[in-house]
């Protein structure tokens, strides 16, 4: 059972009480890497490497320490649309940890001692990313698809942005887009919500609220793309993609089973059977669905040896191509959400997750669906709608590919 609650300033509280023995909370901003300006390049993910490093009344050590000595943990992730400060701890220190996420994100005075030493520290990230082009190819295809778009950029940015990032950079950056009614504080533990709120209150009810609205561009219309890139790999390293709904759309999650059905977590999906167990042609081979604001991105990724490549990028289409050709059989179609819905049902015992989960639901739509609420909307799914979304998304004519070489 969700509790909520919204302050005077816009900032929203979600709350999931709970008999664990740990506490887990977040503070859930909505601003990303395509919320940044062009000469901004990577700027919301290095500040959320500055952010720790200094406020008005802490030093870098002292935040640091604030929760690891009392055995909790603090963490902080961006990605294109959100940037996220999160901690686990004891259930009784949860106002220590409310106070320090105030603390971080309305007081930090980003040294500039700091900002110098962390701009090596992102630069090695950056490079050390090139070295993993199963990674690196999944923003490379981003940046095919959404061409000259600030959803394409990559969320670390480049090296020669990274170095000349100054203090008046990110503190425009921050001004712009750490606003109350962009945020939410999100938990799941063991305390009573009246308390919690009466903490969040404390440190957060104080701080002024901003009406202004983010304005986020719409992507320009989609034309699909064909890259081969010379990178040198042992592998061929390949991406097949689309655009796909965002996550108001009603065919999110249709979509979402398809994806699973093709090429999810589980070995038994139709692509690691055939490609992978069949074949042999492939060791990692996977299909994922990433909704944003405003689009969404379709993407079947995998790795194989050069003479193998054009056999396994026929099997994908064939695979996907199986799914809109014909209805799915009600025996396959009843397998599929059986698996849906047990994956679902146990992403609730983490409690880490369903804390981050339900509060990107709360900041993007207001509420939050219940475990059970979601699991009888994918047993309502037919076997029409699957077929209807697989033929809008997985044909071929409509897919970008993108190889490395």
């Given at each position: 059972?969700?509790?909520?609650?919204?302050?005077?300033?816009g900032?929203?509280?979600?709350?999931?009480?709970?008999p664990?023995?740990?506490?887990y909370?977040?503070?859930i901003?909505?601003?990303?890497?395509?919320?940044?300006?062009?000469?901004?390049?990577g700027?919301?993910?290095?500040?959320?490497h500055?952010?720790?490093?200094?406020?008005?009344?802490?030093?870098?050590?002292?935040?640091l320490?604030?929760?690891e000595?009392?055995?909790?943990?603090?963490?902080?992730?961006?990605?294109?649309?959100?940037?996220?400060l999160?901690?686990?701890?004891?259930?009784?220190?949860y106002?220590r940890?409310?106070?320090?996420?105030?603390?971080?994100?309305?007081?930090?005075?980003?040294p500039?001692?700091?900002?110098?030493?962390?701009k090596?520290?992102?630069?090695?990230e950056?490079?050390?990313y090139?070295d993993?082009?199963?990674?690196?190819?999944?923003?490379?295809?981003?940046?095919?698809?959404?061409?000259?778009?600030?959803?394409g950029?990559?969320?670390?940015?480049?090296?020669?942005?990274g170095?000349?990032?100054?203090?008046?950079?990110?503190l425009a950056?921050?001004?712009?887009?750490?606003?109350?009614?962009?945020?939410?504080?999100?938990?799941?533990?063991?305390?009573?919500?009246?308390?919690l709120v009466?903490f969040?209150?404390?440190?957060?009810?104080?701080?002024?609220?901003?009406?202004?609205?983010a304005?986020?561009?719409?992507?320009?219309?989609?034309?699909?793309?064909?890259?081969?890139?010379?990178?040198?790999t042992?592998q061929?390293?390949c991406i097949?993609?689309?655009v796909?709904y965002?996550?108001r759309?009603?065919r999110?999650?249709?979509l979402s089973?398809?994806?699973?059905v093709l090429?999810?977590?589980?070995?038994?999906?139709r692509?690691?059977?055939?490609?992978?167990?069949k074949?042999?042609?492939?060791?990692?081979i996977?299909?994922a669905?990433?909704?944003?604001?405003?689009?969404?991105?379709?993407?079947?990724?995998?790795?194989?040896?050069?003479?193998?490549l054009e056999?396994c990028?026929k099997?994908?289409?064939?695979?996907?191509?199986?799914?809109?050709r014909?209805?799915?059989?009600?025996?396959?179609?009843r397998?599929?959400?059986?698996?849906?819905?047990?994956?679902?049902?146990?992403?609730a015992?983490?409690?880490?997750?369903?804390?981050?989960?339900?509060?990107?639901?709360?900041?993007?739509?207001?509420?939050?669906?219940?475990?059970?609420?979601?699991?009888?909307?994918?047993?309502?799914?037919?076997?029409?709608?699957?077929?209807?979304i697989?033929?809008?998304?997985f044909?071929?004519?409509?897919?970008?590919v993108?190889?490395?070489?």
């Amino acid at each position: 059972m969700y509790q909520t609650y919204i302050l005077k300033n816009g900032l929203k509280v979600i709350h999931e009480e709970a008999p664990t023995k740990g506490a887990y909370c977040g503070l859930i901003i909505n601003a990303g890497s395509r919320d940044e300006l062009p000469e901004e390049a990577g700027i919301a993910h290095f500040i959320e490497h500055v952010i720790f490093k200094g406020t008005g009344k802490r030093k870098a050590y002292h935040i640091l320490s604030r929760l690891e000595d009392v055995g909790g943990e603090l963490n902080a992730y961006t990605t294109k649309e959100d940037t996220c400060l999160y901690a686990s701890f004891l259930p009784g220190d949860y106002e220590r940890a409310l106070e320090l996420f105030a603390d971080i994100v309305f007081n930090s005075v980003f040294p500039a001692r700091e900002i110098e030493k962390e701009k090596d520290v992102v630069i090695d990230e950056i490079n050390s990313y090139k070295d993993s082009p199963g990674e690196l190819i999944f923003d490379d295809f981003e940046e095919l698809v959404y061409k000259d778009e600030p959803i394409g950029r990559d969320i670390l940015g480049t090296e020669e942005a990274g170095r000349h990032f100054d203090r008046n950079q990110i503190l425009a950056f921050v001004s712009r887009n750490y606003k109350p009614q962009r945020m939410v504080i999100s938990s799941v533990g063991n305390i009573r919500f009246e308390k919690l709120v009466r903490f969040v209150e404390k440190y957060f009810g104080g701080i002024p609220g901003d009406t202004s609205q983010a304005e986020r561009k719409k992507p320009a219309l989609y034309i699909p793309q064909q890259r081969v890139m010379a990178k040198g790999t042992y592998q061929n390293h390949c991406i097949i993609g689309n655009v796909a709904y965002d996550y108001r759309d009603e065919r999110r999650l249709p979509l979402s089973l398809l994806v699973d059905v093709l090429g999810g977590s589980g070995m038994n999906s139709r692509l690691n059977l055939n490609i992978r167990e069949k074949y042999g042609l492939a060791y990692n081979i996977e299909a994922a669905y990433t909704p944003y604001s405003d689009t969404g991105l379709f993407t079947v990724y995998f790795g194989c040896d050069a003479i193998d490549l054009e056999k396994c990028l026929k099997l994908c289409r064939r695979e996907m191509e199986g799914l809109y050709r014909e209805p799915m059989g009600q025996v396959q179609l009843r397998k599929a959400k059986t698996q849906v819905i047990g994956q679902l049902t146990l992403s609730a015992d983490n409690h880490e997750n369903t804390m981050l989960s339900i509060g990107k639901s709360f900041l993007i739509y207001n509420k939050v669906d219940s475990i059970e609420n979601l699991c009888q909307k994918v047993r309502e799914i037919d076997a029409l709608a699957l077929q209807q979304i697989a033929a809008e998304i997985f044909d071929a004519g409509k897919q970008s590919v993108l190889i490395y070489k």
